[in-house]
């Protein structure tokens, strides 16, 4: 099952704050962000699994809610260089394909 | 380090032909997954490899088959194409099942 991710676009001035969230209906094992910017590959960026454990880029955070199977993207001061479509993978078990979301279009306008 | 490469960038085929889309991992990744990414969409899960044998597979027909090779460089044939086949190809490398490095993708035009 493919997860939802909302909202499907947003637009932000420089500095503003942005979340994406990502759910699924089904019990997940991780749920991982990428971003992908036209015409490029989707680039990695944070990874949730369950239990807490957390990795990912340094100036954008994510939690993931075992009990809602939800994960959102918050992305703080946003820069420019934050535009791109972003998409999350969702794991169902350790070394499952990762299922991804119709992606959220961030616009960030100076 | 070089990191996932895909050839071709593009291409172009027509309805019924066959096409092979190449992936070299990155170096010291030994699973390969390939997705289809349709304009607007999410990437697509098609299959993945490891140890050179399929190990998972998602909702595409037969016409879509893959091979992994000694060096865990992969390919991706699909054929009798279709119109609606017609979508950017990324194949995703690892080491562990987790964080998955794309290549640049193959745009594959069928007309």
């Known amino acids: 099952q493919q997860p939802v991710q909302s909202p499907q676009a947003v637009i932000l001035r420089e500095g503003e704050d942005a979340v994406i969230n990502c759910s699924s209906s089904?019990?997940?094992?991780?749920v991982h962000w990428y971003r992908q910017k036209h015409g490029e590959a989707p680039v990695f960026l944070m990874i949730l699994l369950k239990g807490g454990e957390q990795k990912g880029h340094d100036k954008i955070s994510a939690s993931f809610n075992e009990k809602k199977q939800q994960s959102s993207l918050y992305l703080t001061a946003s820069q420019l260089s934050y535009s791109g479509t972003y998409f999350c993978g969702t794991e169902k078990e350790y070394g499952n394909k990762l299922v991804f979301g119709a992606g959220t279009i961030l616009r960030v306008k100076s | 380090d070089a990191g996932v490469t895909q050839s071709p960038t593009h291409l172009i085929k027509t309805r019924g032909q066959q096409v092979t889309l190449r992936c070299s991992p990155k170096s010291g990744h030994d699973t390969v997954s390939w997705y289809q990414q349709a304009l607007g969409q999410g990437p697509q899960f098609i299959f993945q490899y490891y140890e050179e044998e399929e190990r998972q597979r998602g909702n595409f027909p037969d016409r879509f088959s893959g091979h992994q090779f000694p060096n865990y460089s992969s390919e991706l044939n699909v054929n009798a194409l279709l119109l609606g086949d017609s979508a950017l190809y990324l194949c995703?490398?690892?080491?562990?099942?987790?964080?998955?490095?794309f290549g640049q993708g193959t745009r594959l035009t069928v007309v």
């Open positions: 995703a490398s690892m080491n562990n099942p987790t964080e998955a490095f």
């Open positions: 089904k019990a997940l094992y991780s």
